[in-house]
C-alpha cells in the first residue's frame, strides 16, 4: 500500500531510530476507538493533536456508548481535537455501557460494518489487558476484525491499577499537553465529581512515560503495540 511508504524509519540526532509518520506531510487514514465518551482523548488525545496538524489526514472517530448527556460530550471532544481536520467523521453509539460483553454480538456487527466504510492505515483502540470489560472487549473486536493494520492500544489510568509496560511512544511539546488535559477538563463536565479526574492525572501519567522515553519536552503518551511489520 502507497500509504505505508509514509512509515519511514530515521535516525534522530541522538543516534535512536524513530517511526514517522507524524510527519505533516504524511497522507493517513486514523480510525479511533473508545468504548466511552473520553477514553479516546484521554488514551491517545496528544496523538490525535499532533496527527491532526498533518495536511492530509483523514480521521474516523467512534465511541461505542454514552446516555443524552454524555453522547454531547463525546461529540464535543471529538470536534475539538479535530478541529481544524477537514476529512473527518464521527459516530457516537449507545451500546450499553458495562455491559459490553454481552451485547457483543451487536457490536461485532458494528465493526463489520465499519470495516466496509474505512480502510484504515492506523488504529488507535483500547489495551488488549485493560481491566475494564467495555475497553477490552473493543480492544479483542478490533483485532479481530481488522486483520491487515496497524494497531496501537492506548492505556486508561484508572481504579484497577492495570497500567502495563508499554513499547510505543509519542513524544508531546508542552503546547499539546496544555491543549490536552485542558479540553478534557473542560468537556466533560460530568466527570468531575471523580476524585481521578483532574489534569494532575493526565499530565502525570505523560509525565512518567516522557521519562520512559527520554522526551525532550518531558512528556510523551505511550502505547501498547503488538505487531509491526515492514
Ligand atoms: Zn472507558
Known amino acids: 500500500m502507497e500509504e505505508w511508504e509514509q512509515l519511514e524509519i530515521v535516525r534522530e540526532q ?13 497522507r493517513l487514514s486514523v480510525l479511533c476507538l473508545g468504548s466511552h465518551p473520553d477514553d479516546i482523548e484521554i488514551g491517545c488525545g496528544g496523538t490525535i493533536l499532533r496527527l491532526a496538524e498533518g495536511s492530509d489526514v483523514q480521521f474516523y472517530w467512534s465511541v461505542l456508548s454514552g446516555n443524552a448527556e454524555r453522547s454531547k460530550e463525546a461529540r464535543k471532544g471529538a470536534n475539538a481535537f479535530l478541529e481544524n481536520v477537514r476529512s473527518k467523521k464521527v459516530d457516537i453509539q449507545q451500546f450499553r455501557e458495562s455491559y459490553f460483553p454481552f451485547v457483543g454480538a451487536h457490536i461485532k456487527d458494528y465493526f ?97 512515560r516522557g521519562i520512559e522515553s527520554n522526551s525532550p519536552s518531558k512528556y510523551a503518551e505511550a502505547f501498547h503495540c503488538r505487531k509491526i511489520v515492514f
Open 14 to 26: 541522538s543516534g535512536m531510530l524513530k517511526l514517522k509518520f507524524l510527519e505533516k506531510s504524511s
Open 112 to 208: 463489520e460494518k465499519l470495516k466496509k466504510e474505512f480502510s484504515p492505515d492506523l488504529i488507535l483502540t483500547h489495551y488488549s489487558n485493560d481491566a475494564h470489560q467495555d475497553h477490552r472487549l473493543i480492544a479483542d473486536l478490533t483485532w479481530n476484525t481488522f486483520r491487515d493494520h496497524f494497531i496501537l492500544e492506548y492505556e486508561v489510568p484508572k481504579y484497577d491499577g492495570d497500567l502495563g509496560i508499554p513499547n510505543f511512544y509519542v513524544h508531546l511539546d508542552e503546547p499539546l499537553v496544555q491543549m490536552k488535559t485542558g479540553l478534557i477538563s473542560s468537556i466533560f463536565k460530568t466527570q468531575k465529581e471523580k476524585q481521578w479526574f483532574t489534569e494532575e492525572t493526565f499530565r502525570s501519567i505523560l509525565r512518567i
